[in-house]
């Protein structure tokens, strides 16, 4: 049992902002509330002092690669799950762009099989919309679904063919799966590094045109609407598609969005010097997309954060920007760079929280999420004014591709329980 004491407990799930004790007890939250604690001073119990510190739902993230199978070269699940508990994050979701591809049941469950042994977060996988992910046929969902996937993602290429994709909808729906869209009309992005734009044309570089990613949203929401779908586009990053998306939803439909705090914090202008560490897919945008991301996150017309955890090796990343690859390592600097956007008053403290807890529970039907009793024990632990440079050396990470790197970041985790077990503590 641990007794979590005089922190500031803040669960948007149950509306709750208020200095509590939160107790751990078998796998589930025990007791929340001021002096929850004080009726178990008799029993054995560790106990962990958050006074001027956030006790909050273990964060979740609906989109991470963690690279194995094939590539555990970059990231395993091991140091996955670890980075990510080191990131406040209790549950995380690998995308099926593995090698081979998680098409299969087999794949899934020996994902889920290895998971099972590691130390860190909870693993929840997508399987594959199409076998290989090139986007011609469909998985077995069923099987994929019996094996434990949530949802099902090409996330990496997108589903080009419009009818392959009303047939992947409609497929999924009988399962009740999640259908992530990664949305890129590759027509309009071949061999572009960067977003289309003045900096693009400073750099002598391709563009990457937002109309890429717009024109895929207007398509899918169309066919989410004819199916009935759940429906969700992986890490919007455009004006373009946040208009698409808010009209959508006052329509009713049931569909739904993450953004990235790359996409968040950063604009094309991070690419400057040819900065391979911001090459991303898609890629930072313009003030104004930033902006616009941003504004849909305040009024819920974004759902979620999520990191898109995309860790690469120096080979990979230390080279011209056309040759690197795309992808920013994202679990371990997550909070202690988003909290930027509370401090200079562009996201509430509630809503930061709700956007990395109770939001992504419910647009993945995942358990946890919240802090009521009986919920599962997995809660991150913040101290909102701690100061800390992320540094490699301590980087649970096998990968270091981060723009946050060596930078000096306010607001930290210190503390990540998982199914009541501590699996991270600051400093140890």
């Not at 007890?25 to 510190?53: H, I, K, N, T």
């Not at 080279?319 to 509370?342: H, K, Q, R, T, Y």
Request: include cysteine; charge should be negative; proline fraction near 4%.
């Amino acid at each position: 049992m641990w007794i979590l004491h005089g922190g500031r407990v803040i669960d948007p799930a149950s509306g709750r902002d208020e200095v509590a004790d939160v107790v751990l007890e078998d796998g589930r939250v025990r007791a929340v509330g001021p002096r929850a604690g004080a009726a178990f001073e008799g029993e054995r119990v560790e106990r962990l002092d958050c006074a001027g510190r956030w006790v909050v739902p273990g964060l979740i993230d609906l989109h991470v690669h963690l690279r194995e199978p094939g590539q555990e070269y970059k990231e395993d699940i091991a140091s996955g799950l670890a980075a990510a508990a080191a990131g406040g994050f209790t549950t995380v979701c690998a995308m099926p762009n593995t090698k081979p591809v998680n098409d299969r049941r087999v794949i899934t469950e020996a994902m889920l099989a290895r998971a099972k042994g590691a130390r860190g977060a909870r693993l929840k996988v997508f399987g594959a919309v199409t076998v290989e992910s090139r986007g011609e046929q469909l998985t077995e969902m069923a099987d994929l679904a019996e094996a434990g996937a949530l949802g099902v993602s090409d996330d990496g290429v997108c589903v080009m063919n419009a009818a392959v994709m009303r047939r992947a909808l409609e497929y999924a729906r009988t399962f009740d799966l999640l259908v992530s869209q990664h949305c890129e009309d590759h027509h309009m992005t071949a061999r572009a590094p960067m977003n289309e734009g003045p900096i693009a044309t400073r750099l002598g570089v391709n563009g990457w045109p937002s109309a890429a990613e717009d024109v895929i949203v207007a398509r899918d929401l169309i066919l989410a609407e004819l199916t009935g779908a759940r429906y969700h586009v992986a890490h919007l990053s455009t004006r373009g598609a946040v208009r698409l998306l808010r009209e959508a939803k006052s329509r009713g439909l049931a569909v739904s969005a993450e953004v990235t705090p790359h996409h968040l914090l950063l604009t094309d202008e991070a690419v400057l010097g040819y900065r391979t560490f911001c090459k991303v897919n898609p890629p930072l945008r313009s003030e104004e997309d930033r902006e616009a991301v941003l504004e849909a996150l305040r009024d819920g017309t974004i759902d979620c954060i999520a990191t898109d955890h995309a860790p690469h090796s120096s080979l990979e990343k230390d080279c011209e920007l056309d040759e690197a690859a795309f992808g920013i390592n994202g679990l371990e600097p997550a909070l202690g760079s988003l909290m930027a956007l509370v401090r200079d008053g562009h996201l509430s403290e509630r809503r930061l929280i709700e956007t990395l807890t109770s939001a992504p529970a419910r647009v993945g039907k995942l358990e946890g999420g919240a802090l009521r009793e009986g919920a599962p024990a997995d809660v991150a632990v913040i101290d909102p004014a701690l100061r800390w440079t992320l540094r490699a050396s301590d980087m649970r990470s096998k990968s270091h591709n981060t723009p946050f790197l060596d930078r000096e970041l306010e607001g930290a985790v210190t503390h990540t329980f998982v199914g009541g077990g501590l699996m991270y503590a600051r400093g140890s």
